[in-house]
């Protein structure tokens, strides 16, 4: 299994606070990547990350920010959470190329009452 | 924009039966195609890939997918199914020729095996 874990595995926060994700790999893979996924949504594409300190949006970005100050960390925050946010989140690592896969962690159940 | 469509939230077989998941794709290039299964309470894992080689892509656990142009399709079968197939399995796309790798997931087939 590729090393990838997340924390915390779950969570529960009320409307209006902030919440960080953590995601933290052990495979030195140059791009990670934040998906929620939602019934009926399958995985959208939060935010990825190409590089330490380069990141980009994805599909869902609105509500959500990024840092990687590090190769094997990726942060996931949510500024301010609301209840659309609940979700289960998972952080995924590959290398360069677009033929490669995708390693997936084990997720964070997120809810926000 | 490319997208992919999974026909059927939920698809009901019957141990030592085929499994058949549908997957169509919209690209307006050839992309690369890819098969995930999730079990309960897991991230994603790895069925199978196309990359352009041998349209029929044989993946793990007994899968295969054949990748059809003529009908953008990437359908997901299995000969006969076992307990342990059930699932939720996820078709994904991503576009050729870059060094990132943007997957864009279709909205999942919930496989259930009855014995």
């Known amino acids: 299994d590729a090393g990838i874990t997340q924390s915390p595995r779950h969570k529960v926060t009320e409307t209006g606070t902030p919440v960080t994700l953590r995601c933290h790999q052990t495979?030195?893979?140059?791009?990670m990547y934040w998906y929620r996924q939602d019934p009926g949504h399958g995985l959208r594409l939060i935010h990825y990350?190409?590089?330490?300190?380069?990141?980009d949006k994805g599909e869902v970005s609105d509500g959500y920010s990024v840092s990687r100050s590090k190769t094997e960390d990726f942060l996931l925050t949510l500024e301010s959470a609301t209840s659309s946010q609940t979700s289960v989140y998972f952080c995924?690592?590959?290398?360069?190329?677009?033929?490669?896969?995708?390693?997936f962690g084990p997720g964070t159940r997120l809810t926000v009452t | 924009a490319q997208s992919v469509t999974q026909l059927g939230s939920h698809v009901s077989v019957s141990e030592g039966a085929l499994v058949l998941l549908r997957c169509n794709y919209s690209?307006?290039?050839?992309?690369?195609l890819f098969w995930y299964v999730q079990y309960p309470n897991q991230g994603l894992q790895l069925l199978l890939k196309?990359?352009?080689?041998?349209?029929l892509v044989k993946g793990i656990n007994g899968f295969e997918a054949e990748f059809k142009k003529s009908e953008t399709s990437f359908h997901l079968t299995k000969p006969s199914a076992h307990m342990s197939d059930a699932a939720e399995y996820f078709c994904?796309?991503?576009?050729?020729?870059?060094?990132?790798?943007?997957?864009?997931f279709g909205t999942g087939t919930r496989l259930l095996v009855s014995p």
């Open positions: 994904a796309v991503s576009d050729q020729g870059t060094g990132f790798q943007k997957l864009v």
């Open positions: 690209s307006s290039v050839p992309p690369y």
């Open positions: 990350s190409y590089g330490v300190k380069d990141t």
């Open positions: 196309y990359t352009s080689a041998a349209t």
């Open positions: 995924a690592i590959s290398e360069s190329g677009a033929d490669y896969e995708q390693y």
């Open positions: 495979e030195n893979h140059r791009y």
